[in-house]
């Protein structure tokens, strides 16, 4: 059996739409999706955004279950322009799964390497991207990775991090992160955008602009985890 983690079910919606026999249970409060692969058993969680609800959500869901393996995925922000909205990162910092098993797999994907960092906020500021690029070395950021890995290497479950690029240093939110995200409520306030793009008019093309890049970023994203499911499974 393989667990797949995303923060919000956004970043999901195309990948469940790969599985077929697909249930939901809860445990403890926390939803569980289940479904199949080809003959493949599925388990998906959506750990919430940032550390407290991740941590919390993942000792629930590890709780009372052994998984072959653990693949986090979703999207993160790129620290630099050599990544783009839509392209792949592969997470070799936190990757626990044995690279012969998980190589050939990637070998054929528009794929990019590099270390993934998560931090505690979303980052709005360019400059502040480069100066984290270059403190750590890191090449996108995640909020909830970390705490996934803790989580995994505490039980045992070997793991993989694949990531779909969102933003870019070139390629921002199309408002501040404050404003398109509430990471203690974990939602969009929508009146608070509403009136963010009724006072800046020249934002709505830019917000419907990341819109179309983040769909096509979620479908890039399910065809990977398909195809690296198949290999690893």
Not at 75 to 81: E, K, S, T, V, Y
Not at 155 to 174: G, H, M, Q
Request: net charge positive; proline share 4%.
């Amino acid at each position: 059996m393989i667990a797949v983690t995303f923060a919000l079910p956004a970043e999901s919606a195309d990948f469940l739409r790969r599985l077929y026999k697909k249930s939901r249970t809860d445990q403890n409060a926390v939803k569980i999706i289940q479904g199949q692969l080809d003959d493949c058993k599925i388990e998906v969680l959506h750990t919430g955004v940032g550390e407290t609800i991740c941590r919390q959500r993942m000792a629930i869901f590890l709780a009372e279950r052994q998984f072959n393996y653990l693949i986090s995925a979703g999207f993160a922000g790129a620290l630099n322009d050599r990544l783009h909205v839509g392209d792949l990162l592969f997470a070799e910092n936190f990757l626990t799964i044995n690279q012969r098993e998980v190589r050939p797999a990637l070998s054929t994907l528009p794929i990019h390497t590099a270390n993934l960092l998560t931090v505690a906020s979303m980052i709005d500021s360019g400059t502040e991207r480069g100066k984290i690029a270059q403190c750590t070395g890191a090449g996108a950021v995640d909020m909830e990775t970390e705490f996934i890995a803790r989580a995994c290497a505490e039980r045992a479950v070997p793991l993989l991090s694949l990531r779909v690029i969102s933003d870019t240093p070139s390629e921002p939110f199309p408002a501040p992160a404050h404003i398109l995200f509430n990471i203690a409520k974990q939602r969009t306030n929508l009146a608070k955008l509403s009136i963010f793009l009724l006072q800046h008019p020249s934002r709505v093309p830019r917000l419907v602009r990341f819109a179309k890049r983040i769909a096509q970023a979620r479908g890039t994203l399910a065809d990977a985890l398909v195809r690296i499911i198949r290999a690893i499974k």
